[in-house]
């Protein structure tokens, strides 16, 4: 290589660090602003970048304004079984499709793949419709009045209705099924080789036995990126709590922080420590799935 070839390649790395350095910077702005208004004083402006004297009495009061522990338990709650819940359905899903033979399962897969290209908005309705009155018609089903006028209770702790409306059964349930996690994985399981399936039967075990000690150990990959995923798209979930909580004991983090604005006013301060707070479980677990998040993205880019 030229001099004059060594210096070009020279000039176009320091022009795409400046550029990348930009980039990180617009990125990273709004974090740094986030964080430095969850720690200003009262009186200090929002639109200040610079807190002045740092204070933590925004976190301590956070807890005091509003239920906010309730708020991170429902979400951790509902995200944690949000999470495992649709891994195991979108594994067993997957496996089906990818390894078992049987009559249509290629219609029932892509017919079961087009309903990604459904809006959210459009089956949201149906879904609260469907929610709202599975309570009534349980009661008439079964002459009682349960699934309407109780309400679980573990000591004085309010564990929301059975169903309906301000239930952890309507916050749940309905994300446990994913179509785009079934196709994620079908196409990981595709690759892993069938001879291992064969050599498997062959020392007596069966299609669950193969799916529990061959596919599952191979698809940490896959399953930590789509764990990741789906812890993140619940977690901060806005739309879907939003309409199917009434009482505050059963709002979410997003709806929970939201209470912090209003028509006339809007505390900064307490909102943006709300959004600290909210943000560290996400950080924690792409931090601990991270070797095998970046792991299932390069399998997934290598063909063959």
């Known amino acids: 290589?030229?001099?004059?070839?060594?210096?070009?390649?020279?000039?176009?790395?320091?022009?795409?660090?400046?550029?990348?350095?930009?980039?990180?910077?617009?990125?990273i702005l709004p974090l740094l602003w986030m964080l430095s208004t969850s720690v200003k004083q009262p009186g200090v402006p929002a639109s200040s970048f610079f807190p002045?004297?740092?204070?933590?009495?925004?976190?301590?009061?956070?807890?005091?304004?509003?239920p906010f522990g309730r708020f991170y338990f429902n979400s951790i709650l509902v995200v944690l079984?949000?999470?495992f819940g649709q891994l195991f359905t979108?594994?067993?899903?997957?496996?089906?499709?990818?390894?078992?033979?049987?009559?249509?399962?290629?219609v029932i897969f892509f017919g079961y793949l087009a309903t990604?290209?459904?809006?959210?908005?459009?089956t949201m309705v149906p879904q609260f419709l469907i929610l709202t009155r599975m309570p009534v018609l349980l009661n008439a089903l079964l002459n009682t009045t349960y699934f309407?006028?109780?309400?679980?209770?573990?000591?004085q702790w309010y564990a929301g209705k059975p169903l309906g409306i301000d239930s952890y059964f309507a916050l749940i349930v309905p994300m446990l099924f994913s179509p785009f996690g079934t196709f994620l994985l079908r196409q990981f399981f595709l690759s892993i080789p069938r001879e291992l399936d064969e050599a498997a039967m062959i020392d007596g075990c069966g299609r669950f036995g193969i799916f529990r000690h061959i596919i599952v150990p191979m698809s940490k990959?896959?399953?930590?990126?789509?764990?990741?995923?789906v812890f993140m798209g619940t977690f901060k979930d806005f739309m879907w709590p939003l309409i199917m909580t009434n009482n505050m004991a059963m709002k979410t983090l997003p709806v929970g922080l939201a209470n912090f604005q209003n028509l006339y006013r809007t505390d900064w301060s307490l909102l943006m420590a709300g959004s600290v707070m909210m943000t560290i479980p996400m950080v924690i677990i792409f931090l601990i799935c991270q070797k095998w998040f970046v792991s299932g993205i390069q399998l997934g880019a290598v063909k063959g």
């Open 1 to 27: 290589m030229t001099a004059k070839a060594r210096e070009l390649e020279t000039g176009r790395r320091v022009l795409l660090y400046v550029v990348l350095c930009a980039l990180a910077v617009t990125m």
């Open 52 to 66: 002045g004297q740092p204070t933590a009495e925004n976190y301590v009061k956070l807890f005091t304004a509003l």
């Open 81 to 83: 079984v949000v999470t």
């Open 90 to 106: 979108s594994a067993l899903a997957g496996y089906a499709f990818a390894r078992l033979r049987f009559p249509g399962r290629d």
């Open 116 to 122: 990604m290209m459904i809006p959210a908005a459009v």
């Open 148 to 155: 309407t006028d109780d309400v679980f209770l573990i000591g």
């Open 221 to 229: 990959p896959a399953l930590a990126t789509l764990g990741i995923f």
